[in-house]
């Protein structure tokens, strides 16, 4: 029996418990905090993400064979330092590689250093160095402003205007997230389309390995046709069906591989996954960003399409011996569509009861709550109807099928999941070609 300690709360750790289930060694699954999802899983424990020293003493006392961090928060606040010296295996960064997401700066510096593609950027600590910038700007508009730190995924503003950005940048500066906007990174903007590229990375002084997984892409906006507020994702497919394996040979030799040799030249080790937000742009793969974590919902799909035993592949990334380049895969494609609560992305409407029926898709629980024995809305982000088929038009259909399977008042959902990159596809187009025009 595999005991394993799963820090997170989200559709992404509820996915990845799943996944677990099914390796050749039984598991015995312990989520912090877990949810009333994860709760039919495994035991729950009432430790926050972040809380170090509480999660340490508990892996202290029960030893875990391994430990999965989910969310970047607690890779940020040095869980995975806590429970290395305690000897537990870690499948998570330590907390100086975690910069890579905690700080948009010291991300840019990386990038720059070694040479990977990436947006022009200039980092601004000063206010009225930052207003002469806005008032000089040398690149198109938007001006693209990044608070340095955590910010729940609100600190990337696209300034379509001087006045906008203006604004924007002294909200930062007087600490609209803390000391985490009192650094802000400039960008120029990248044109071109967006993937998600999930790297596992084992690299230490005297050894660096990686495998690549499939490339996705995420649905940022709330409503079709990517209008509206951006979210943390209301659905993803992978693979992407128009690019080629040149193409991914490209991100691989000029995003992938330099990061790689570039942790390790910079004495970072890394015990975990990359997930590289990607722009393709006319000049060819560009880095918009690292996260030091696996992409949500993007995980849903990844679990989908994975061939493997999650718990010993894991185990072998934690134990620093991953020792290959590359995973199984099934074939075809997999689709996760999110299904929202009323009001996201502002707020979240929580305690309305969901019908579920028998939708064939696997249902993902991601914002959830068992109240007197029913489902209810519990967060932004409600669940997931998650589809693997041979191809992205069938995982689409197997999805739209089961809409009115899993449903409540107020549901939010978008129906052009993966649609684009099915029209693009069809239309014979390839990465190069322009995105998104008919
Ligand atoms: P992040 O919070 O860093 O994931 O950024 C949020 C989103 O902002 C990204 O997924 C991109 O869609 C967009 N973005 C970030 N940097 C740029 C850039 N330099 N140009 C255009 N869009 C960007
Ligand atoms: N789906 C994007 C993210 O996890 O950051």
């Known amino acids: 029996m595999m005991k394993i300690l799963l820090v997170g709360s989200g559709g992404r750790e509820y996915a990845m418990a799943l996944k ?31 809380d170090v020293e509480g999660i340490a003493a508990w892996a202290s006392e029960h030893r875990p064979d391994l430990a999965i961090l989910g969310p970047e928060a607690p890779l940020v606040a040095g869980v995975g330092n806590a429970l290395r010296a305690l000897g537990v295996p870690v499948f998570g960064h330590n907390a100086a590689t975690a910069r890579l997401e905690g700080s948009k700066a010291f991300a840019k510096d990386f990038m720059e250093r070694h040479a990977i593609p990436c947006a022009a950027s200039e980092t601004v600590t000063d206010l009225a160095q930052g207003e002469a910038l806005i008032h000089a700007w040398p690149h198109p508009y938007p001006i693209v402003l990044k608070a340095d730190g955590l910010a729940a995924g609100k600190g990337v503003v696209l300034a379509a205007t001087r006045e906008e950005a203006l604004e924007t940048f002294r909200n930062f500066m007087a600490g609209q997230f803390g000391e985490a906007s009192k650094t802000v990174v400039f960008e120029e903007p990248l044109v071109g389309m967006e993937l998600s590229l ?46 080629k394996a040149e193409d991914v040979e490209r991100m691989r030799r000029e995003l992938v591989i330099p990061t790689v040799q570039g942790l390790q030249k910079d004495g970072l080790d890394a015990q975990g996954v990359l997930f590289l937000g990607v722009m393709w742009t006319p000049q060819g793969p560009k880095l918009l960003e690292y996260n030091v974590r696996f992409g949500d919902p993007e995980t849903q799909v990844l679990m989908q399409l994975l061939d493997e035993d999650l718990a010993q592949l894991l185990l072998s990334v934690a134990q620093g011996r991953m ?9 075809g494609c997999a689709i996760a569509v999110v299904l929202a609560a009323e009001d996201y992305p502002e707020g979240a409407k929580k305690g309305v009861p969901i019908a579920i029926q028998s939708p064939r898709s696997l249902v993902v629980h ?45 549901r939010q959902v978008r129906r052009d999941i993966g649609l684009k990159a099915l029209c693009h596809a069809q239309a014979g187009k390839g990465v190069a070609d322009a995105w998104g025009q008919a």
């Open 323 to 331: 020792e290959r380049d590359s995973v199984t895969l099934k074939p």
């Open 198 to 243: 999930h790297v596992l990375v084992d690299v230490k002084a005297d050894h660096a390995h990686y495998a690549l997984l499939p490339a996705c892409q995420d649905h940022k906006r709330i409503f079709e046709d990517d209008l509206g507020p951006n979210t943390g994702g209301m659905g993803v497919f992978g693979p992407l069906p128009f690019l």
């Open 366 to 410: 991601a914002g959830t709550r068992k109240q007197d024995g029913q489902w209810v809305t519990n967060g932004g982000r409600v669940l997931n109807l998650v589809a693997q088929a041979p191809d992205l038009a069938q995982a689409r259909a197997q999805v739209e099928a089961d809409l009115d399977q899993v449903t409540w008042p107020g």
């Open 20 to 50: 677990l289930r099914e390796g050749a060694e039984a598991v015995e699954l312990f989520a912090a905090p877990g949810s009333d999802g994860l709760a039919e899983l495994g035991t729950c424990l009432s430790y926050g993400v972040e």
